[in-house]
Each structure stands twice: as structure tokens, then as C-alpha cells.
């Protein structure tokens, strides 16, 4: 590390730190405050309540927000594991299934929702489900959860498998291991941690998505993003603060435990 | 003596890359056999389909008699050492032991026990409740060793185990291994690039190149009496020299070394007369007393300990080179001189090329 420059050294480093810090966690750090103040105005600071996290919970729109929360979570869940499990299922064929007919144009596949933008997945994701006759609702929310989430599922699994050298099921199947049992007591131990860490990064991933569930959600049908986006174009008030704090906080939560899951994968290798 | 393996002209194709081109071997039970040659060679990828992580594109491998050759790896009754041991990280070495035990459904009880008989065997006793990252490179290997051999297979193969181990504990190693498979009498097939740890070890030794059984032989056959250039250049130092084969009769051949000189040594099967190489170890030459086999002019000498090293061309420079002991008697010469080589006798050695 001596050898390299150091970086606080340049010119307006500091400036530049401060800025983009501000620009990212500033606004952040406002709602969050914000959340807990006293008073119906966002501007005014008028001491320390909790009066709007008890609002989100018992005031008149605490129903709206209650469904919404529940959707939110059990999509995020339900998705999360079905991208997870089809994501796993892509990193075993792409890393272990050797040179197949196909390889590049299935990486290009899995990793496409990633670059197509968001807008126009979305409406194609309307134009398909109108086209084949589905009614939109909870169901079309889970298909096109699952769909762009297996990305963010594969890319931790890949970089994990990518790392566990074969020869740990060959020498499993050497010792009298069938394929499955290779797969079961080896592999997915050693894989864990990237499972996990896909798992989280799916599940924020679908609890965060506002474009396309907006699209597909049809009439009646709220998330927590389509609900709090409903309620603020009544005009802001503290317990969207409130919400929003919350939903940072679960994904802290969740951004933590992924973190945490691929440093106790490091160890094991 | 009983087979252990019979492998019957087995090729091994990778698009249009051969990596084995007919191989044929039989290994008999109980042997220290050993894959020697160059990387690349096709021995790991034999050693690969014996084990059954590659399929063979033609031929039969038998096992005892058997026909192995299309059977998965868990249905082989052989256990492999992997080169980097490829120890199960989120298991102890106890677990690791005992894993093949318990894929073969031995009770957790008797598999507790034979895991503790295999790492009493490879002196790791203390060591059974560890994780393989808590263990040294040296006491991985015995792991490994432990946990290939718990589920007694018949044949034990070992791909380069000791590669990774530094120069004082492969010396180690080396006669561990070897009075390991005394006293657990299983078959061994092990597969190295370095000749001196297969001439240490093995009853038997296969010189391998190009996808090809070069010699088969016991390591002093394979060392004293090479059949060609490669595995006389392969294995140990030596000297290649081109010679003119002036008659064969009777075994015996009649030669003429660079320079002149003409000696008799042991003809080879299926020699003409005519133009061929002799191969020469460094240590059967000597400096001459009187009548001089080969005369070259003295290059450079190499102060080895206990060995001096002479380097020298002869008169058409072919280089040469002879190993002498360190000792006081010898009078060694200058750089420059010219000085007379007697060849021990027997040790030209005819190649077929």
C-alpha cells in the first residue's frame, strides 16, 4: 500500500468526498430525521415524536399501507426464492456443464433484465400478459418479480461457484458419492453463502421495484412502493417519512446480512 | 502374478486432440506403480479415466478382471489423493475421513473408528476435530491420504500428491508413502513428473510422452537400460551420442564412437546396422589412464559437493558431460585441456530413436 499514491493527496479530493456524500446521504438522512418530527409541516422541526411511526401503524391510511407491506414482503419472499432457486439451477449448467451449444447466448439471457431498461420491460411485460388474456393482480406482480430478479440472484451464486474448484465433487463422487449426493453435501454447503447473499440481494431487489409492478399490478393491487407513491401525490406528509425509514432500514438490514454471509463464505474457502 | 488393472489399448480424444493414442498397461496387485513423464504426456488423464472422471473414446480398462471402463467414478473400487488434496473446507478432518464410509453406508459408530484408525495410521490423531485450513500443506496431504485410503479400495490412485509440499517434506513423504503401501498391501498407481521420486518409490515404472507408453520397467531397467532417446534424456542426466553400428551379431553389436574408437556393447531388439545414438550416464565415464575411448576438450568444471561435474566437447562438438566423485585423488583438469574419457563397460547403451 506504501507504493501506491496516496489518494487524499490530490487536489480537491476532499471537496469531492464531502460532495458526493451529501448528494447520496443527505437527503436520506433528512426523511430520516424528518420522520420523527413533531409537527404536520415537513419543514418545521417542532421537537421529537414517534406520533408518525404510530400513524403508519393505526392512522386512516394504516390499512392501505398494512396490505401493501404484507404484498410487498410475501412477493419479495416468494420471489426471491423462485429467482434464487432457477438462478442456482443457471450457475450449475453455465460453471459445470462445460462447453454446451448455447453457452454465451444463455450468459447474454441471464444477465439481459439487467441491461434492458426498466420502462420497457415493464411495458412489455403488460403488452405480454394482455396479450395472453391474464388478469393482472398478485400473480403477474410474482411473474415479473421473479424475472428480473434472477439476475441479481445469479451474479452472486456465479462469482461464488467460479471459486469451489470441481475436483470437491469429483473427489465426493470418488468416494462413492452419487451426483446428487455430490451436489447436496458438497456444492451447496461450499455454495451457501452466495445463495444467501443472491437470496437477499433478490429480495430487496423486488421490495424496492416500483416501474414494472406499477405496470402489472392492476387495479386494487398496492405494494409498498405503488402505495406510498399513491399517497404522495396528495402531497407529502411525515408518515410517508415514517414508511420510508423503515423500508431503509430493511434493506440496511438485508445489504448487511449479504454482506455478512459472502465474508463468512471468504473463510471457508 | 495377479492383475490389479489391465488397461487395453485406451484412447482418450478431445476434439481432434489425442491425449491418449492405445495405451496399453497392466499393473499388477500389490505394486507401487508409477506414471512418470513430461506434463502433458497423457498420465493424469490416464490416472483420470481409471478413476472415472473421464470417459475412455475407445479401449477397456479392467479392475481385477472386470470391465471398469463405463462405470461412474462411485461405482469404481478405487479412491483417488488429488494433487491440491481438494479437502472438503466445511468439514473436519473427521468428517473428511469418514466421508467415504458413510457414502457407503458403514454405521456412524465403525466409521468413527476407522476414521481414527486412518489418521492414527498417518500420525494426525490429535487432529481430527480441526477444519483442513487449520492443517499445513504437509498434514493436508496426510489427510487426504487418510480419508482415500478409510474406505479400503482396492487400488489407490495418487495424482501428483507431493508436488505441493516443499523439497525436505517430499523427501519425507516419499518413504512414508512407499511403507504405507507395504503395510496396507493396496495396489498404488501414482502419477509424477519428477524421475527421482519415481525411482525412489516405484516397483514399477511406465515412462510416458505424448500419449504414448514409452518403456515400462523396474526403475533400474528403466534408468540403466532405456530403449530410446526420450526416456534415456527423461530420466537422470546423460549423454546422446551418435554412433555407427558397423555389425550385429549374437546380442552383441559392434560400434564406432565419435572419434574413432570402436567398442562392443549389448545390441537392442530389431537393431540395423548404420547410423544411431548410444546414451552414456555422466557417472560411467571417467577420466582415462591410458587408451582413451573419447577425446574432448574440457569446457568448464562444476564443483557439485560431492560430485564434480566436467563439461566438455568432443573434436565434432557434441557436448559431453561426466560426473566425477569428489575426491583428492582426482587430479582434475583445466579448462581448455584436452583430456582422454574411458566409457565403463556396458554403459554405452544403443537407442532406437
Same mark, same amino acid.
Given at each position: 500500500m506504501a507504493a501506491r499514491t496516496d489518494m487524499r493527496r490530490y487536489a480537491g479530493f476532499g471537496l469531492t468526498t464531502a460532495l458526493c456524500l451529501t448528494i447520496l446521504y443527505v437527503p436520506l438522512a433528512v426523511i430520516a430525521v424528518y420522520s420523527f418530527n413533531d409537527d404536520r409541516s415537513i419543514t418545521n422541526w417542532a421537537g421529537f415524536s414517534l406520533r408518525w411511526y404510530a400513524d403508519v401503524f393505526t392512522g386512516p391510511e394504516a390499512p392501505i399501507f398494512r396490505a401493501a407491506a404484507w404484498n410487498s414482503l410475501s412477493i419479495a419472499a416468494l420471489a426471491s426464492t423462485a429467482a434464487t432457486v432457477i438462478a442456482l439451477a443457471a450457475a450449475v449448467a453455465m460453471i459445470r456443464g462445460g462447453r454446451f451449444h448455447g453457452r454465451q447466448a444463455s450468459y447474454a439471457l441471464i444477465s439481459l433484465p439487467l441491461m434492458v431498461p426498466e420502462i420497457v420491460t415493464a411495458v412489455a411485460t403488460l403488452v405480454f400478459f394482455t396479450a395472453i388474456g391474464v388478469r393482472t393482480g398478485y400473480g403477474t406482480i410474482l411473474v415479473a418479480h421473479i424475472t428480473f430478479c &434472477?439476475?441479481?440472484?445469479?451474479?452472486? &451464486?456465479?462469482?461464488?461457484?467460479?471459486? &469451489?474448484e470441481e475436483s470437491y465433487e469429483l473427489a465426493a463422487r470418488d468416494l462413492y458419492a452419487s451426483r446428487w449426493q455430490a451436489f447436496r453435501l458438497i456444492l451447496l454447503p461450499l455454495m451457501m453463502p452466495g445463495i444467501i447473499s443472491g437470496w437477499l440481494l433478490a429480495f430487496i431487489i423486488s421490495l424496492d421495484d416500483f416501474i414494472i409492478t406499477n405496470f402489472v399490478k392492476g387495479a386494487g393491487m398496492e405494494t409498498l412502493p405503488t402505495a406510498i407513491f399513491g399517497s404522495v401525490k396528495q402531497g407529502i406528509k411525515p408518515n410517508i417519512m415514517a414508511i420510508s425509514t423503515l423500508m431503509l432500514m430493511v434493506s440496511v438490514v438485508f445489504v448487511t446480512l449479504s454482506y455478512l454471509a459472502n465474508r463468512i463464505g471468504q473463510k471457508t474457502r | 502374478m495377479r492383475q490389479a488393472i489391465g488397461i487395453d489399448r485406451v484412447v482418450k480424444r478431445y476434439g481432434a486432440f489425442e491425449a491418449l493414442k492405445g495405451v496399453s498397461l497392466s499393473i499388477a496387485d500389490n505394486e507401487f506403480f508409477t506414471l512418470l513423464g513430461p506434463s502433458g504426456c497423457g498420465k493424469t488423464t490416464l490416472l483420470r479415466t481409471i478413476a472415472g472422471f473421464e470417459d475412455v473414446t475407445a479401449g477397456e480398462i479392467a479392475l481385477y478382471g472386470e470391465n471398469i471402463a463405463a462405470l461412474p467414478?462411485?461405482?469404481?473400487?478405487?479412491?483417488?489423493?488429488? @494433487?491440491?488434496? $481438494?479437502?472438503?473446507?466445511?468439514?473436519?478432518?473427521?468428517?473428511?475421513?469418514?466421508?467415504? =464410509?458413510?457414502?457407503?453406508?458403514?454405521?456412524?459408530?465403525?466409521?468413527?473408528? %476407522? $476414521?481414527?484408525?486412518?489418521?492414527? #495410521?498417518?500420525?494426525?490423531?490429535?487432529? $481430527?476435530?480441526? =477444519?483442513?485450513? @487449520?492443517?499445513?500443506?504437509?498434514?493436508?496431504? %496426510?489427510?487426504?491420504?487418510?480419508?482415500? =485410503? $478409510?474406505? %479400503?479400495?482396492?487400488?489407490? #490412485?495418487?495424482?501428483?500428491? +507431493?508436488?505441493?509440499?516443499? +523439497?525436505?517434506?517430499?523427501?519425507?513423504?516419499?518413504?512414508?508413502?512407499?511403507? =504405507?503401501?507395504?503395510?496396507?498391501?493396496i495396489t498404488f498407481v501414482f502419477v509424477t513428473h519428477d524421475q527421482e521420486e519415481a525411482l525412489a518409490m516405484s516397483d514399477r515404472i511406465a515412462v510416458m510422452s505424448n500419449g504414448q507408453v514409452q518403456q515400462v520397467g523396474d526403475p533400474r531397467t528403466i534408468y540403466e537400460a532405456p530403449v530410446n532417446r526420450f526416456v534415456a534424456d527423461f530420466i537422470g542426466e546423460t549423454n546422446v551420442l551418435p554412433v555407427m553400428v558397423d555389425a550385429v551379431a549374437d546380442g552383441r553389436a559392434r560400434i564406432t564412437l565419435p572419434g574413432g574408437h570402436v567398442l562392443t556393447t549389448d545390441a537392442v531388439e530389431g537393431l540395423a546396422p548404420g547410423a544411431h545414438h548410444v546414451s552414456i550416464r555422466p557417472e560411467r565415464l571417467s577420466l582415462a589412464t591410458a587408451d582413451a575411448d573419447l577425446t574432448a576438450r574440457v569446457e568448464r568444471v562444476i564443483y557439485l559437493g560431492t560430485d564434480l561435474q566436467l563439461l566438455a566437447r568432443l573434436a565434432d562438438g557434441t557436448p559431453i558431460i561426466t560426473r566425477l566423485q569428489n575426491s583428492s585423488r582426482n587430479e582434475l583438469p583445466a579448462a581448455g585441456a584436452e583430456v582422454g574419457l574411458t566409457v565403463e563397460a556396458g554403459a554405452a547403451r544403443l537407442l532406437l530413436d
Open positions: &434472477i439476475p441479481f440472484a445469479y451474479l452472486p &451464486i456465479a462469482a461464488r461457484m467460479q471459486g &469451489i | 467414478p462411485e461405482k469404481r473400487p478405487v479412491n483417488t489423493v488429488f @494433487q491440491q488434496y $481438494a479437502l472438503f473446507p466445511h468439514m473436519t478432518v473427521r468428517d473428511n475421513v469418514g466421508f467415504g =464410509l458413510r457414502m457407503q453406508g458403514v454405521a456412524p459408530a465403525e466409521r468413527r473408528a %476407522r $476414521a481414527a484408525e486412518m489418521l492414527e #495410521l498417518v500420525h494426525l490423531s490429535d487432529f $481430527a476435530d480441526r =477444519l483442513p485450513t @487449520q492443517l499445513s500443506g504437509g498434514q493436508q496431504q %496426510r489427510v487426504a491420504l487418510a480419508r482415500a =485410503l $478409510a474406505p %479400503r479400495p482396492r487400488v489407490l #490412485l495418487l495424482d501428483e500428491p +507431493l508436488s505441493a509440499l516443499d +523439497l525436505k517434506l517430499r523427501q519425507a513423504m516419499r518413504v512414508e508413502l512407499k511403507q =504405507l503401501q507395504e503395510t496396507t498391501g
